[in-house]
């Protein structure tokens, strides 16, 4: 990096605090702990912010399953196994997704009980995950239909805390409130709430968060929403992930807002690495400069104003022109004209 210059990529950031620290940068211990912290100051400054940084800003879009109730089933009482006549449970429909999904729900005809679908096999076979307790069927009715959909791989949280659609049709309930209020699924239909769920790990430390709507859609439709991502960094081929890994990786926080970074792992190595009060000084700086930032990233945000009430000057100005309901003056074709 060149010592004129802010810094860049991981590299600059974390010669830039070691320097700032004033260690040796040929100690490989100075240069492991300084990019822990470059990566610490990242997350901090993001933590709290990150729906007022438009650079952390996403688009997502979701597409609701459509109801599936084709052919007939058979399941005995105390059995999982679903047999079906008829159906096409394993085939894509016109929009490429299955008709029946492991996940989904279904409720067949004389029980009121919501099933999840744990497995499909084939189009005539498909896993319930508990026992079915009602009345064995043979060639009985059945709907299915999904209320849980999967968000983006890097949905932190969504943009905006009230309301998950782009068109603000679709309000966020608190999750405790929406398992509450909403415990049993009588129909699907028009969507009216939603709440957003973490689901168990699956495989993989991927953490998997998802949707659940009430009342399930009927229909296939397409949801765009807006969500803060959980990638803060991007490597050199433009690649996102969720924090510095590389020399050459990048902060998507813009160039001119980078050394804010860096004083905030600086307020951490002063504090955990020295115990100086000098972690105070970066602390303060970095606030201002945070805060100076936040003021000049929220274009278009309402603010407080002062707006003087003109209304009687307005009402009192009007009344030397009128008498009564009859206007005292005309306008006409070359001069205003006054009436006596």
Known sequence: MSSVTQP???SDLTGDLMSRARVDSNQTINTVVAKRFINTGLYDMHLGNGER???SERQGRLLTQATY???TVTVAQGAVAVVGVGSAWNTANAFGVNNVRAGGKIIFSGDDTVYEVASVSSDLALTLTDRFRGTSLSAGGYSYFEDE???AADFLKPLDKNRFDGRGAIPIM???EFRRRFTRIASTGEIVACAIFDQAFDGNTTPRRRVRFYRPPSEARYI???YVTSNLAVTAAGVEQAQLLNDTDEPIV????RHLIVLKALEHWYRDKKNDSRSQEAKAEYVDGVTRLLGDVEVGAQRPRLQPDV???????RTPYRSGRTRKHVLGTGFDEILE
């Open 254 to 257: 813009p160039l001119y807002a």
């Open 174 to 176: 608190d999750r405790r």
């Open 149 to 151: 959909y999967d968000l």
């Open 224 to 226: 765009a929403y807006a």
């Open 69 to 71: 109730s084709t052919g």
């Open 8 to 10: 860049t990529t991981f």
């Open 311 to 317: 209304t009687g000057y307005v009402r009192r100005a």
């Open 53 to 55: 940084f438009p650079w």
